[in-house]
């Protein structure tokens, strides 16, 4: 299979097959955001209470609703002339096109300093996308306000608007921020101002290629796909597939210093390498896969996203890409050509010299290593991952946020987002006195009555985003389900909803993906000893990474919170990825272990896969950290832990905790397999002189 993807003649007909996908795929790829679901509802599972009242909801009104409140307020008081011009507003806006029913306003508020108008706006199959537009129409009629009178929106439509802005452009923002990385540190590693393309665009096709195949399934196979997902695709492709492409180059060139054809070069490169890096995919792919049991929707429909990019991205790596490094020869190392017979540097290197060190008292270093691990872990403490309110949810201040402080200064917080309660029409009346009973409801509408059906809206006493109001959602939840059959939704018991069902699937995905990858590591090394001790490696290297990025977060950033989904998203990269460098390294080990014994092929090992390793997890950071590029909490907190933790990953983990326990433990790594029983001897380390490459 190697000599056919680089082979004289194969090597074109590969190009020529990848030229064909990408003509078909681009334009597919270019449709992948009209496909996207972007709405809570969307992201609910569908046995969800909030799901099931959002469906029954639809009885009740012709249009699918996001009702827009505009907040006239002076806080010296409002004049006749406030009252006027915001009575005169109101057949201005009903005008406005996207806006459905009736405009209802202005209601003053008891304190005297404030009005507001509700204006109801229709979200049709591309309303979301829409209504951004819609709400900037409104804002033209009102204005901004002057002379002391200030005009804010909040509300359903006003918070859609604010993400729908910033969600938009993300695709191309964090494509040009993620190649901009990888060009500069590509550039960097090879120290050649051709051979960084490569990777680049074999990254790019494998990115244009798998939008394609998500597109198709999305619109004919009914996935889940939104603008987190597909952001995250693009940084997982170039991350995980500029690692790939590391890897194999690594090989690559190692191989042009033993031979003079390179198409025997490349051949042998991927039959070193290919099952590393193939390995290293599938567990990703697998681990990312795992996703597909959650109850989250947004989560379930990211694994198979996920899994599709890193399977095309391998896909791309191992024939596309050899088959441009055969076509285009040596001259693509310029300035620092390998030539066959040269030395190979990695044998003087930084990490030959950093495996020397470490085995002069290898149980002292991985013992410190814990430790150090382990108290930065400790920072754990200070994480709250309890969810984020509107207004947090953003890295600056939105108009949105702005407006529902300004409506709940002087109106009930919850009544832009009224909780929606539907049960049977004969225990309407019950069930309305029980809403109006609840304590956190400050008032409830009368009944609306459809066929077998009634509706009734409650006002919430506190924010609709706040923990307070999570609380009333369970209280009344309680209250009115034995009343009529009745179920409670809305835009707070959506938010319930998703929180709780982050929770099951942080329960159920996180083990379950420590149990796959334990299981992918024991048939790839035939060994239960080290699967056992890199799983701890990586769960340790997670839990530090969690505890700083928490740190960070409150202290630097001035974060409040992490969504409830952080931790999962983080522990999946982390550990999926992660074992990409465990492989990376465990296989070289296992490789030279059966020549020189594990001590030293540990010590081999370290030097012909640190360097690749460090780069390799130096793109990865910095793709994931192209995320803190959007404007969004969440992304960011993402973007920053698992930077920071492949980071540490790589320099720390890897290079020095799992090496120094290969040297420690030596032999008995590879329990029960064939490995174990082979003699091991001491390595002893030479003196740091020695390790100097000769002059």
């Not at 005009?151 to 993400?163: E, K, L, N, T």
């Not at 059959?485 to 909803?497: C, E, I, N, R």
């Not at 990025?549 to 409040?560: D, T």
């Amino acid at each position: 299979m190697a000599k056919l993807v680089c082979g004289r003649w194969s090597k074109w007909v590969v190009l020529a097959l990848w030229v064909v996908v990408l003509v078909i795929a681009a334009p597919m790829a270019g449709k992948l955001t009209d496909v996207q679901q972007n709405d809570n509802a969307a992201w609910l599972p569908g046995d969800a209470e909030a799901t099931k009242v959002s469906e029954l909801q639809a009885a009740f009104q012709a249009d699918d609703i996001a009702p827009a409140v505009i907040v006239y307020e002076r806080r010296s008081g409002i004049t006749p002339a406030d009252t006027a011009k915001a009575t005169q507003d109101i057949a201005a806006l009903g005008r406005v096109e996207g806006v459905a029913g009736e405009v209802t306003g202005p209601l003053p508020a008891q304190d005297g300093e404030a009005l507001q108008t509700l204006v109801p706006i229709r979200i049709d199959q591309d309303g979301w996308q829409k209504i951004v537009d819609v709400v900037a129409e409104l804002q033209d009629v009102t204005g901004a306000g002057t002379g002391g009178l200030s005009i804010r929106y909040a509300g359903p439509a006003a918070a859609a608007a604010d993400s729908a802005e910033a969600f938009e452009g993300i695709d191309s923002t964090l494509l040009y921020t993620t190649l901009a990385i990888v060009a500069i540190i590509l550039l960097i590693t090879y120290r050649s101002p051709v051979l960084w393309l490569l990777p680049i665009a074999t990254a790019g096709v494998a990115l244009t290629a798998s939008q394609a195949v998500i597109y198709l399934l999305a619109k004919h196979a009914g996935l889940v796909v939104n603008a987190q997902s597909a952001g995250i695709l693009t940084v997982l492709v170039f991350g995980a597939g500029t690692d790939y492409a590391l890897l194999l180059v690594a090989r690559y060139r190692e191989e042009l210093r033993r031979h003079h054809d390179r198409h025997e070069a490349m051949a042998l490169a991927l039959h070193r390498a290919g099952p590393a890096i193939i390995a290293s995919a599938a567990t990703v792919a697998v681990g990312m896969s795992c996703l597909t049991l959650a109850e989250l929707n947004s989560t379930s429909g990211l694994g198979p996203v996920a899994a599709i990019g890193v399977a095309v991205g391998l896909t791309a790596m191992i024939t596309l890409l050899p088959a441009l490094l055969v076509i285009f020869g040596r001259w693509l190392f310029w300035p620092v050509r390998p030539a066959e017979g040269s030395a190979d540097p990695t044998a003087t290197g930084i990490y030959a010299r950093l495996g020397n060190r470490i085995a002069r008292r290898p149980r002292f270093v991985w013992i410190t290593t814990v430790a150090v691990l382990a108290a930065m872990a400790a920072g754990l403490f200070q994480l709250d991952a309890n969810g984020l309110s509107q207004a947090d949810q953003f890295v600056s201040k939105p108009a949105s946020v702005r407006g529902e402080a300004a409506l709940a200064r002087h109106f009930p917080a919850g009544q832009g987002q009224p909780v929606v309660v539907i049960g049977q029409a004969g225990a309407a009346a019950q069930i309305r006195s029980a809403v109006a009973g609840t304590p956190g409801i400050s008032s409830a509408a009368e009944p609306v009555i459809r066929g077998d059906r009634a509706l009734i809206e409650g006002v919430l006493s506190d924010p609709p985003d706040s923990d307070a109001a999570m609380a009333t959602i369970k209280r009344l939840r309680a209250t009115v389900h034995p009343v009529g059959d009745a179920q409670v939704g809305g835009l707070t018991a959506m938010t319930l909803d998703i929180n709780e069902a982050n929770d099951h699937d942080n329960r159920l995905i996180i083990p379950l993906v420590l149990l796959v990858v334990l299981v992918i590591l024991a048939l790839l090394l035939r060994a239960i000893v080290a699967p056992l001790l890199l799983i701890a490696t990586v769960v340790l290297s997670f839990a530090a990474a969690l505890g700083v990025s928490a740190l960070v977060f409150r202290h630097v950033f001035g974060f409040k919170g992490a969504d409830t989904s952080f931790p999962l998203y983080v522990f999946v990269f982390l550990v999926a990825l992660g074992i990409d460098y465990n492989i990376f390294l465990m296989t070289r080990v296992r490789e030279e272990a059966q020549v020189h014994g594990t001590r030293r092929g540990a010590l081999i090992g370290l030097a012909a896969t640190g360097g690749v390793i460090t780069s390799a997890g130096v793109v990865l950071a910095g793709t994931f950290a192209a995320l803190g590029s959007l404007p969004l909490v969440a992304f960011a907190e993402i973007g920053f832990a698992v930077a920071f933790g492949v980071l540490l990953d790589t320099l720390v983990v890897r290079s020095v905790l799992v090496t120094a326990l290969n040297l420690d433990i030596g032999r008995r790594m590879w329990w029960p397999g064939r490995l174990a029983r082979v003699p091991d001897e001491p390595v002893v380390a030479e003196p740091e002189r020695d390790l100097e490459p000769a002059r």
